[in-house]
């Protein structure tokens, strides 16, 4: 069992960068995939990114690539997100999520009910 705590959330402009961090408790962070999402007020919960428990494979959404950019330190128990070049539509709570992957691969976990262990929620707003 993992226990996620993020922080680093709060209110940018709109052009301005932050850093998401997701620290996990618990034993053996490095055999569970981790994956980042967000959730707008009205709107459904969405994947920004994900990262694969052996860090090998890495996903972005389309409306962040380029900009976002999902990483882990497994020493730190540590899962980030790099947030550049902020948009007001990227105003939402950001939620760090892990699944425990027991085969240790590559496999990329991209559906809100592939996670079994969810953190609290950081807010990030960007104003225009």
């Known amino acids: 069992q993992v226990q996620l705590v993020e922080s680093g959330g709060g209110l940018v402009q709109a052009g301005a960068s932050l850093r998401l961090s997701c620290a996990a408790s618990?034993?053996?962070?490095?055999?569970?995939?981790m994956g980042w999402f967000r959730q707008a007020p009205g709107k459904e919960r969405v994947i920004v990114g994900g990262i694969s428990a052996r860090g090998n494979n890495i996903y972005h959404a389309d409306s962040v690539k380029g900009r976002f950019t999902i990483s882990r330190d497994n020493a730190k128990n540590t899962v980030y997100l790099q947030m550049n070049s902020l948009r007001p539509e990227d105003t939402a709570v950001y939620y760090c999520a892990a699944d425990y992957d027991r085969l240790y691969s590559d496999h990329l976990y991209l559906a809100v009910n592939e996670y079994d262990y969810w953190g609290q929620g950081t807010q990030v707003t960007v104003s225009s």
């Open positions: 618990g034993r053996g962070f490095g055999s569970y995939a």
